[in-house]
């Protein structure tokens, strides 16, 4: 099992940045896929981003080349680097993970794109 812990939301205006973290309970050395969803008011979840421990990637297509995730193993944390943020980025947005065929999911952190 694994917990996650989100952080790093918060409100921005358009066109800025800010970095989500995801830390975790354990090691992630060997948590296969660990990655970002969004839900926006009124809308259902959404994919955004994944990372493999293989280095695959993928990505939303409407945040590509805005958004990047990367996992750092020494600190158990994955982060979500957002750039050119735009209004309708605004959701909560959910750490995940899969391991040994289960699902986890953090506390969700707030981002509001807003002037």
């Known amino acids: 099992q694994v917990q996650l812990q989100a952080s790093g939301g918060g409100l921005v205006q358009p066109g800025g940045s800010l970095r989500l973290s995801c830390a975790a309970s354990r090691s992630i050395r060997d948590i296969n896929l660990m990655g970002w969803y969004r839900q926006a008011p009124g809308k259902q979840r959404e994919f955004v981003a994944t990372g493999t421990i293989d280095g695959i990637v993928n990505v939303l297509d409407s945040v590509k080349g805005r958004f990047t995730i990367s996992r750092d193993t020494a600190k158990n944390t994955v982060y979500l680097q957002m750039n050119s943020l735009k209004p309708e980025d605004t959701a909560v947005y959910y750490c995940?993970?899969?391991?040994?065929?289960?699902?986890?999911w953090g506390q969700g952190t707030l981002v509001t794109v807003s002037s």
């Open positions: 995940y993970a899969r391991m040994s065929g289960s699902a986890y």
